[in-house]
C-alpha cells in the first residue's frame, strides 16, 4: 500500500509549487501509518526541525471550574529566534467572564517580556499603567522548551490509545495525531490532537483535561499553533527602551 502513494503525494506536492522535504516520504519519526510509536522521537523531530529558524506559537487555554461561576481565557504568543544567542518575546494576557474569584479578576491586563541571550526584561500593564523589572534567567519566561510545548507533547506517553491519519492542508501532507489519555492522580479525561508536517514540526496541537485542584476540579482546553516557520521577524518590542531606562535609573528590578 505504501509504495504506489508515494508518487501520489509527490504529485500534490509539486502541483502547490512546493519542494518535497528531503529523506522522509512516510510518516514522521516517532509515528508508524496507524500509531506512535515513540515519543521522544516525536519531540526530538520537532525540536529539531525548529532549532535553527524563527517561528510564532500562539496559546489559547480556556479553563473552566466545576464550582465556580466563571470562566478564564489565557491567550499567549511567543516569537523566538533560537540559536546563540536565542532572542524572543512572549505576551500573554487572561480575561475572566462571570463572577471569578479576586485571586484572577485582580490579575494584571497583561505581562510581556523581551529575552536577548542572557538578558530578560518584563513588562506588566494594570488598570493602564506599565512597570518594568528585569528578569533573572532562571524566571525568564521566553524559554525555548516553553514556546515548543514539550511539556505538553510529553503528555503523548501517557496515551491509553493513539490514531495516525494522513490529511492534506493547503496541498501538503500532514498526519493528524489523536490520543486518548490515561489518567494521573490530578488529571483525568485527558485528550491531545497533533497536527504534524512531514518535517516532524507540530503545527497545531489541542488538548482537554480535567484537573483536579485544592479548591476543586477545572475543565481545561488548550489550542496551540505553530506558524511563521522561517519567516518570523524577532525585533526589540517598542517598550524595550522604557525598560532599559528603568533599570538605568534604578526603579526596575
Known sequence: MRGPAVPFVCLLVVAAGCVAPTGQS?????????????????????????DDQPFTVRSTTTMRPRS???????????????????RGTVVSRRDAVGDPPERVAAGPDSVAAWRDGATTYRRVRRNGTSTYDRVPLFDSPVK???????????????????????????????????AALNDTAVASNGSLTLLIDA???????????????????????????????????????????????????????
Open 68 to 86: 465556580g461561576n466563571y470562566t478564564a481565557v489565557s491567550n499567549r504568543t511567543w516569537r523566538v529566534a533560537p540559536g546563540d544567542p536565542i
Open 144 to 178: 525555548l522548551n516553553a514556546a515548543l510545548q514539550r511539556t505538553r507533547l510529553y503528555r503523548l506517553s501517557t496515551r491509553r490509545n493513539a490514531t495516525v491519519e494522513p490529511v492534506l492542508r493547503d496541498g501538503r501532507r500532514r498526519y493528524r495525531v489523536t
Open 199 to 253: 518535517d516532524g514540526v507540530v503545527r497545531r496541537l489541542e488538548s482537554e483535561r480535567t484537573v483536579r485542584y485544592r479548591d476543586g476540579k477545572r475543565d481545561l482546553s488548550t489550542t496551540v499553533r505553530i506558524t511563521g516557520v522561517g519567516t518570523t521577524t524577532v525585533e526589540h518590542p517598542d517598550w524595550y527602551g522604557a525598560a532599559t531606562e528603568s533599570a538605568r535609573n534604578g526603579t526596575a528590578g
Open 26 to 50: 512516510g510518516p514522521s519519526p516517532g509515528l508508524s501509518t496507524d500509531d506512535v510509536t515513540d515519543t521522544n522521537a516525536l519531540i526530538r523531530a520537532h525540536t529539531d526541525a525548529l
